[in-house]
Nanobody
Framework: QVQLVESGGGLVQAGGSLRLSCAAS????????MGWFRQAPGKEREFVAT????????YYADSVKGRFTISRGNAKNTVYLQMNSLRPEDTAVYYC??????????????????WGQGTQVTVSS
C-alpha cells in the first residue's frame, strides 16, 4: 500500500503561482510513476502531469504545458507540481496519484492505483 497526502493548495489571483506537494509513504519502492490530476465542479477528473521515477521522464496535458512543472524530491517519496501563470480555468481539486506498473496509459485515471484526498486550488479573475 502507498499513502499519498497533498498540500499547497489555496486561493491565488490569475497570473499567480502555487506549488503543490505530494508526500508518499508505505511501499513507495514499488511505484512506477506519480502524477497529478484535477477535477473541477461538474467535470470529470482529468490528467495534468506525470513523472516516471526511473529516468525522470515527464508528460503534461496540453492545457498546462509550458505553465506547470512536475518534479520529484531526492527520495522516492515526494512529488511537486509548480503551477505558474494560473488561470481561472485551473480552478479544481488537485489529486496526487501513484501508478505501480507501466500501463502505457499514464493519462488515464484507471492507470493509477493509489490516490490522495486532494487539495483545492482556486484562481480568481
Amino acid at each position: 500500500q502507498v499513502q499519498l497526502v497533498e498540500s499547497g493548495g489555496g486561493l491565488v489571483q490569475a497570473g499567480g503561482s502555487l506549488r503543490l506537494s505530494c508526500a508518499a509513504s508505505g511501499r513507495t519502492f514499488s511505484t512506477y510513476a506519480m502524477g497529478w490530476f484535477r477535477q473541477a465542479p461538474g467535470k470529470e477528473r482529468e490528467f495534468v502531469a506525470t513523472i516516471i521515477w526511473s529516468g525522470g521522464s515527464t508528460y503534461y496535458a496540453d492545457s498546462v504545458k509550458g505553465r506547470f512543472t512536475i518534479s520529484r524530491g531526492n527520495a522516492k517519496n515526494t512529488v511537486y507540481l509548480q503551477m505558474n501563470s494560473l488561470r481561472p480555468e485551473d480552478t479544481a481539486v488537485y489529486y496526487c496519484a501513484a501508478e505501480k506498473f507501466d500501463s502505457g496509459s499514464y493519462y488515464l485515471v484507471p492507470a493509477y492505483d493509489y490516490w490522495g484526498q486532494g487539495t483545492q486550488v482556486t484562481v480568481s479573475s
